[in-house]
């Protein structure tokens, strides 16, 4: 087990959405606020990969729509709910938090489930004393939203149950943040192979070209601040040591099981008793 040092709690938050002249709010091209139905289009057309990567990793879904076992799960930057329902259909309870109050009214409106409470909060918020702990926690492509990734991992960290797992991942790209030159060359590269491969009907790659040239989607992505791929994995090494990686195309994964005793972690301690050391990821180790 790491004996790394723990880093203090997170202290108080910036404002979600910065205020203009006359407090009007200014849109913020980082922010998703506008986008949340084209998001949630774009994400259903790419994410296949990713959802099959993090069905493998949790446990399997209950017959016929009814939930697999017990348990609690947190999808932390939900989005418009992409992947909380396959925590919804897996665990009997689910916490979605998103900082976005309109990716939050979407994924209500659009994937409502009864065991899921979806809220509009900051990730770095979620902490034991308030929200227990977790058997999985999943976090994909909201990393390098927030600006201190050591401190939102820690507090990942913080909140999952001994033997929980938690399933990171998120685009790390050596430029940063890439020019709307490269998106869009990136984004023809992406529809010629689509075609050329039969990698989805073709009005399917028409429309994800459309969707990846619209010019508020250039703005939002031309304006991320990307992951290094050195500092991704100094950073999650550090964290969470022993985990399993793995990539898809620009965006790197992480896959890990929260040891099932602690040193020095008095949440997971007091709350279980457990005292023996566990075991790490089943698969190989980074
Ligand atoms: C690219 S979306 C990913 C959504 C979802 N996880 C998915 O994979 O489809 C990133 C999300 O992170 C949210 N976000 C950004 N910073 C956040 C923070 N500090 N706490 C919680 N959510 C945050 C954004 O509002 C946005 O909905």
Same mark, same amino acid.
């Given at each position: 087990?790491?004996?790394?040092?723990?880093?203090?709690?997170?202290?108080?938050?910036?404002?979600?959405?910065?205020?203009?002249?006359?407090?009007?709010?200014?849109?913020?091209?980082?922010?998703?606020?506008?986008?949340?139905?084209?998001?949630?289009?774009?994400?259903?057309?790419?994410?296949?990969?990713?959802?099959? +990567?993090?069905?493998?990793?949790?446990?399997?879904?209950? #017959?016929?729509?009814?939930?697999?076992?017990?348990?609690?799960?947190?999808?932390?930057? /939900?989005?418009?709910?992409?992947?909380?329902?396959?925590?919804?259909?897996?665990?009997?309870?689910?916490?979605?938090?998103?900082?976005?109050?309109?990716?939050?009214?979407?994924?209500?409106?659009?994937?409502?489930?009864?065991?899921?409470?979806?809220?509009?909060?900051?990730?770095?918020?979620?902490?034991?004393?308030?929200?227990?702990?977790?058997?999985?926690?999943? /976090?994909?492509?909201?990393?390098?939203?927030?600006?201190?990734?050591?401190?939102?991992?820690?507090?990942?960290?913080?909140?999952?149950?001994?033997?929980?797992?938690?399933?990171?991942?998120?685009?790390?790209?050596?430029?940063?943040? %890439?020019?709307?030159? +490269?998106?869009?060359?990136?984004? +023809?590269?992406?529809?010629?192979?689509?075609?050329?491969?039969? #990698?989805?009907?073709?009005?399917?790659?028409?429309?994800?070209?459309?969707?990846?040239?619209? /010019?508020?989607?250039?703005?939002?992505?031309?304006?991320? #601040?990307?992951?290094?791929?050195?500092? +991704?994995?100094?950073?999650?090494?550090?964290?969470?040591?022993?985990?399993?990686?793995?990539?898809?195309?620009?965006?790197?994964?992480?896959?890990?099981?929260?040891?099932?005793?602690?040193?020095?972690? %008095?949440?997971?301690?007091?709350?279980?008793?457990?005292?023996?050391?566990?075991?790490?990821?089943?698969?190989?180790?980074?």
């Amino acid at each position: 087990m790491s004996s790394s040092p723990r880093p203090p709690v997170a202290g108080p938050l910036p404002p979600a959405t910065p205020a203009g002249p006359g407090g009007a709010p200014v849109r913020d091209p980082r922010s998703l606020d506008h986008l949340t139905a084209r998001y949630h289009r774009y994400a259903e057309l790419v994410g296949a990969e990713l959802r099959a +990567w993090l069905s493998f990793h949790l446990p399997r879904p209950g #017959r016929s729509g009814s939930v697999a076992g017990a348990g609690r799960a947190l999808d932390a930057g /939900c989005g418009t709910g992409a992947h909380t329902t396959l925590l919804a259909d897996r665990f009997t309870e689910v916490l979605a938090v998103d900082i976005s109050g309109p990716m939050v009214d979407y994924a209500r409106g659009r994937r409502p489930r009864g065991n899921v409470r979806y809220e509009v909060r900051d990730l770095r918020s979620v902490t034991p004393s308030m929200d227990g702990l977790f058997d999985a926690i999943v /976090c994909a492509h909201t990393l390098h939203y927030v600006g201190d990734v050591a401190r939102a991992l820690w507090r990942l960290r913080s909140v999952v149950r001994p033997g929980g797992t938690v399933l990171l991942v998120d685009v790390v790209d050596e430029r940063g943040s %890439p020019s709307r030159a +490269w998106l869009r060359r990136q984004a +023809w590269t992406r529809f010629v192979e689509d075609i050329h491969r039969h #990698r989805r009907p073709v009005r399917q790659a028409a429309e994800l070209l459309r969707l990846s040239l619209d /010019c508020d989607w250039l703005d939002h992505e031309s304006t991320d #601040r990307l992951l290094m791929p050195g500092d +991704w994995h100094a950073v999650v090494r550090a964290v969470f040591p022993g985990a399993t990686l793995a990539t898809f195309d620009r965006a790197h994964a992480l896959s890990w099981t929260a040891p099932r005793a602690e040193a020095g972690c %008095p949440d997971s301690a007091t709350r279980t008793g457990a005292r023996t050391a566990g075991a790490g990821p089943a698969e190989g180790r980074q």
